[in-house]
Each structure stands twice: as structure tokens, then as C-alpha cells.
């Protein structure tokens, strides 16, 4: 009875999906999933999870050719089922070249390739909309994501070296996100007085190195009895989803590290600026906070966000200041919790 699911989105996607993977597990066994490499590792380590299959989508396996190779392989396995939460033309089309008898998809994807078709409900958070692709009610299952006792010492370490021993608290700041307009402007004053309580560890990848830089020279400029730390770049994903469940409070734009840290439980302030929580991607439990700018008429502008502010001002974000989000950490009550 070997099941497949296909989620080929962005990381946060591939996070918000591990419900749907528990639920499935529950009801047929541990799952196959055909993922991005990079959420490979995300989700290799999850109970729910047999083996996830690294589909390359935009470089190794680019293409008709990559596609076709992928479903042939897929075809092998001799999968029963397939279950679509991403509604990509893609992803149809992998389920049916890999001749899955069953293919279980989204009526608002491509229902031509499904044998299957669920309704997705228009509305609630993103966890439960996917929930639905297997019939399950909202919050029947929550995010989880499942570092291992190595990821746990790469973590610890990083903090160590630092100098923020195991069990010593701190704040997490994630100011990236690949949309441009998403990312909030003021994360180096918000540093800079975070740390005058607590030390501050800026988390993300590579490409967020430039601006953890940044935000420690804003907190050097400061006056902060604490630090930050920036180590964007220098941990896998696993280990950041380590290093993050140790934080007092992660800050974070409307990006993948918001729900990373709703998988490992960690107190959550959410930055939005062109996007809506509203649009079921905001937090989900009880006592995280999501911030925004309110009477801003051009807000929300996009779904996802946009690379750049199309009005040149970019005030969703501009006018959310320090002080705003800094009362929205006090309102988790999570700094109250330190040592
Ligand atoms: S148009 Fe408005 S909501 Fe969109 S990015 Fe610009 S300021 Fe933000």
C-alpha cells in the first residue's frame, strides 16, 4: 500500500505539508515524497516519511527530459497512489507519466491529470487547506519537523562558539526571505534593542549573510550589554531548525523560518508588510503574534509579494516600526522566559 505526495513548492510549503505527511502515514504507512534537494533533508528525517526523492526541477532534471526521467523512475516503484498538494502543471504531469493509478489532487490544480478531485477550502490557514487533500478536518495535525542528535550538536556548537552556551537564552531574527518587498527594513534596530537584554542570533542562508552583516553593525553601533551572532550560511537546514528551538523568540518576515519555527514550537513575532496572515500563511498556534501596518490602502498588493515595492515606497514595511514589533515580543510574554 505505498503512497506517494508530490510537493515540488517553496521550503515553507514542504514544512506546512508535514501534517498532511503525518496524516497520511497514519492512514497507510510511513510516504515517498518527490521533493526540491534542497527540502530533501527537511523531511528525510520526519516518522512520516519512507524516502524523499530529490526533484531538480530547475537544474539536474530541468525539462521534458528530467520529467520523464523522474516518472520513469517513479513508474518502478509501482506507487498505488499519489497525492498532489501542489498545484503545479508539473506535478500533474509527473503523477500521470508515472502511471500512479490513483492520483489525488486539488479541484482548483489540474483536475484532467487527477483521478481524484478534492475540494481545497478557499479559506483558514494553509496547514488545513492541504489537510484537506486527504479529508482530514483543520488542525487534525500540526507542522513537525525532526532534526537529528548530530543536527542538535552542530547547533549547540554554533551557539557555543558564539558564546551563548547550551540553555543560555536568546533571540532569533530571520530578516530574509527570497521576495524582496518581504523583507522588513528595521531588523537592525530591533537588534540593536533586543540586545540590550538578550543576545541576538540572526539565522538564514547564504544569501541572507549580507544582511545579518548588516545587523550587526547596527547592534555594535548600539549600546547593547549583549551581542549578535550572525551565522546565516554556516548551518544546514536541520541544524537552523535546531538552533531555532532553542530561541526565546524567533522574529522573521513572512518567510520559510516562520513556519520552521511553528514546527520546532518556538514563540513566533511575524513581520508582514505586502501579504496578509489572512492568506493562511501566517502563524498558527495560539500566543504567536503576526504584525502589519493597518490603513495602507495599496496593502496587500500580491499573494506571495512582490521582488520590489511596484509603488517605489515600500511603506508596508517602511512604517512598521521597532517599537511595534518589539511590543509584539513583549506580547508573547517569551523574553519574560529567559534564565
Ligand atoms: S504596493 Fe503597498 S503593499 Fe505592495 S509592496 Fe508597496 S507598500 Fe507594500
Known sequence: MSSLVIQTAFLGDVVLTTPLLTALAARHGP?????????????????????????????????????????????????ERAYLPHRSLRTATLAFLARIPERIGFHDGWPFFYTVVRRRPGEGHEVDRLL??????????????????????????????????????????????????????????????????????????????GLGEEILRA?????????????????????????????????????????????MGTPIVAVFGPTLPEFGFGPIRTGDVAVGVTGLECRPCSRHGPARCPLGHHRCMRDLTPEVVAAAIEETGALRRRD
Not at 41 to 69: I, M
Not at 252 to 263: E, F
Open 219 to 263: 547592534v555594535e553601533g548600539g549600546k547593547g550589554r549583549s551581542k549578535a551572532v550572525n551565522v546565516c550560511g554556516t548551518l544546514t537546514l536541520r541544524q537552523s531548525a535546531a538552533l531555532i528551538a532553542r530561541a526565546l523568540v524567533l522574529v522573521t518576515n513572512d518567510s520559510a523560518p516562520l513556519h520552521v519555527a511553528t514546527a
Open 31 to 79: 510516504v515517498d515524497i518527490v521533493t526540491t534537494p534542497a527540502a530533501v533533508a527537511l523531511v528525510e528525517t520526519h516518522p512520516a516519511v519512507r524516502r524523499a526523492v530529490a526533484y531538480d526541477k530547475r537544474g539536474r532534471d530541468r525539462g521534458w527530459g528530467g520529467l520523464r526521467h523522474l516518472a520513469q523512475r517513479l513508474r518502478a516503484e509501482g506507487y
Open 132 to 209: 484537506a487533500l486527504a479529508q482530514q478536518p483543520a488542525a487534525a495535525y500540526a507542522p513537525s519537523l525532526h532534526p537529528t542528535p548530530e543536527d542538535e550538536r552542530a547547533a549547540v556548537a554554533t551557539l557555543s562558539a558564539a558564546g551563548i552556551p547550551d540553555g543560555s537564552a536568546f533571540a532569533a531574527v530571520a530578516p530574509g526571505s527570497i521576495w524582496g518587498s518581504k523583507r522588513w527594513p528595521h531588523f537592525g534596530e530591533l537588534a540593536r534593542q533586543l540586545a540590550t537584554h538578550t543576545p541576538v542570533v540572526v539565522v538564514g542562508g547564504p544569501e541572507d549573510a
